[in-house]
C-alpha cells in the first residue's frame, strides 16, 4: 500500500473541502465523500492479498470454508458501515451515523448466529460427556 498517496489524497481532499465548505457546503461533503470512496477502493485492493493468505491458513487448520466466508463478510460490514458513519458524522447527521452502525451491528449478529449455534453444540455435546 502506498501510505504517501493515501496521505496525499487525504490531505488534498480535506483541503478542498475546506475551501468548498464556504462557498458550497454540498460539494465539499461530495469531494469528502469521493475522497473516502478511492481510499477505501486503494484498501480494498491491498486487502485482496491478505484474504488469500487467510484461506491457506484456514485451510491448514481445517477451518470450514463457509467460517471464512463469514468472516470476510463481517470485515467488509465493518469496513462498509464506518465509512458510511464517517461521512454521515462529518455531514452533521450524527443519528444517521449511529443508526448506520447500529445496523452494521445487526447485520454481523445475524450473520455469526450459524457459528454460535455450532459452537453451542459443541458446548452441549462436551457437557454430555
Aim: negative net charge; aromatic residues 6%; charged residues 15%.
Amino acid at each position: 500500500m502506498d501510505l504517501i498517496a493515501v496521505a496525499g489524497i487525504g490531505l488534498v481532499a480535506a483541503a478542498a473541502a475546506v475551501l468548498l465548505r464556504q462557498y458550497k457546503p454540498e460539494y465539499a461533503m461530495l469531494v469528502s465523500l469521493a475522497a473516502a470512496g478511492l481510499i477505501f477502493g486503494m484498501l480494498v485492493v491491498d486487502l485482496i492479498p491478505a484474504f488469500s493468505v487467510m484461506r491457506g491458513l484456514m485451510d491448514q487448520v481445517s477451518f470450514s470454508a463457509d467460517y471464512v466466508r463469514i468472516l470476510i463478510k463481517c470485515l467488509g460490514i465493518c469496513y462498509l458501515c464506518e465509512l458510511a458513519g464517517q461521512v454521515c458524522k462529518e455531514a452533521g447527521q450524527l443519528a444517521i451515523s449511529s443508526k448506520i452502525e447500529l445496523a452494521g451491528k445487526v447485520a454481523i449478529l445475524l450473520l455469526t448466529l450459524p457459528m454460535f449455534e455450532k459452537l453451542l453444540e459443541i458446548a452441549l455435546s462436551l457437557i454430555d460427556l
